[in-house]
């Protein structure tokens, strides 16, 4: 046989109808004067490539007309050029939580440019779960990202048993080996409650989330450090235990009224359950910020729009999908790369309920 007809793909029709020579990479990296691992990187959407050489090699892909073979590349390479964003949350939280759509957001924009698919799972409950276990152990996707850390989570340890590329929305704790992107929550809260306290609050309360996750434990601890600063005892009939949700805010921050009629600020870990807790505020005849002060976290769309606007701690967080899809791009074209940790700066957004 051949070598043209071992290579079916080497021929390609030309002016007239005629078979041509397909263009090789090596003739694109001649023509861009480039390497042909530098032409491979900037096919496979690398970000480790200057902007100089990729437009070297972009234009000579567009003057030789290369077009890769992408069955070929799967068989060497074993990629699927498909990345998985997991929810491990039910699909109403998914859609009535601007920090999802965020994130998503970012990950999409990150992703635009390269020739990477984006997979969308929820997991919500143990029959999903054995599922994508079961679809990540195939092999089917060449990195994972997970938003909604929580503790107990079985789904990082596999990502680091199977030794995926992958990159979470926040951490387990202290010791996470997998890399991660979030914001400075500890730093965020104690901004908001230091805030709440130099206005005159002196009985500052807080709604959090849940605390199987260390993003919720981190903010509290935040409102608890602001607190012990400035000298005030930490009182846990002052914490409000809630979900993340504006529904939980609600019935927490009822609670916490029941218990403490007297308090004067509330530090809420989401702009939605801040949005829930300032309509119960508002039912119990507390006007806010005159009786009552409200912070939430996020600086979501939410708080620019509750009566009054909110003030909120503002965490980038399509900033945060970007850097997320940055992380496993570069974990994905150089395996064994070792794991980074990324964490975001917060800033206090004032507005008039504080």
Request: hydrophobic share 40%.
């Amino acid at each position: 046989m051949s070598p043209t007809a071992q290579r079916p793909d080497a021929l390609h029709p030309g002016a007239g109808g005629r078979a041509t020579a397909r263009p090789t990479l090596e003739e694109v990296a001649a023509l861009a004067g480039v390497g042909r691992g530098t032409v491979s990187r900037v096919i496979n959407g690398s970000p480790r490539v200057s902007a100089k050489a990729r437009e070297a090699v972009q234009n000579a892909i567009a003057e030789l007309g290369y077009v890769p073979n992408r069955a070929a590349r799967t068989l060497v390479t074993s990629r699927t050029d498909s990345i998985a964003l997991v929810v491990p949350e039910a699909e109403t939280r998914l859609f009535s939580e601007p920090y999802f759509s965020d994130i998503i957001s970012g990950v999409s924009a990150e992703l635009a440019e390269t020739d990477m698919q984006l997979l969308l799972i929820l997991v919500r409950n143990q029959r999903e779960r054995d599922r994508l276990s079961a679809y990540l152990t195939a092999q089917r996707v060449d990195g994972v990202l997970v938003v909604s850390v929580h503790r107990d989570d079985p789904l990082p340890g596999l990502l680091e048993s199977l030794e995926i590329p992958s990159v979470l929305a926040g951490r387990r704790g202290d010791l996470e080996p997998l890399s991660y992107v979030h914001a400075d929550n500890a730093g965020g809260a104690r901004m908001a409650v230091r805030h709440l306290l130099r206005r005159g609050c002196a009985q500052v309360a807080t709604l959090t989330g849940p605390l199987d996750m260390e993003v919720a434990q981190a903010r509290l601890g935040g409102y608890r450090r602001a607190l012990e600063e400035a000298g005030h005892a930490y009182d846990e009939e002052l914490v409000g235990l809630a979900d993340f949700t504006e529904e939980g805010g609600r019935v927490a921050m009822r609670e916490l009224l029941a218990r403490r009629p007297e308090l004067d600020g509330v530090f809420c870990a989401s702009d939605v359950m801040a949005a829930g807790a300032m309509q119960v505020l508002r039912a119990a005849g507390r006007r806010i910020p005159d009786d009552v002060a409200v912070i939430g976290f996020d600086d979501s769309i939410v708080a620019r729009h509750t009566d009054p606007p909110m003030t909120s701690v503002r965490q980038p967080i399509e900033e945060m999908g970007r850097t997320m899809a940055r992380l496993l791009l570069d974990e994905i074209h150089e395996r064994g790369r070792a794991r980074r940790q990324v964490v975001l700066a917060t800033e206090l957004i004032v507005r008039d309920s504080a």
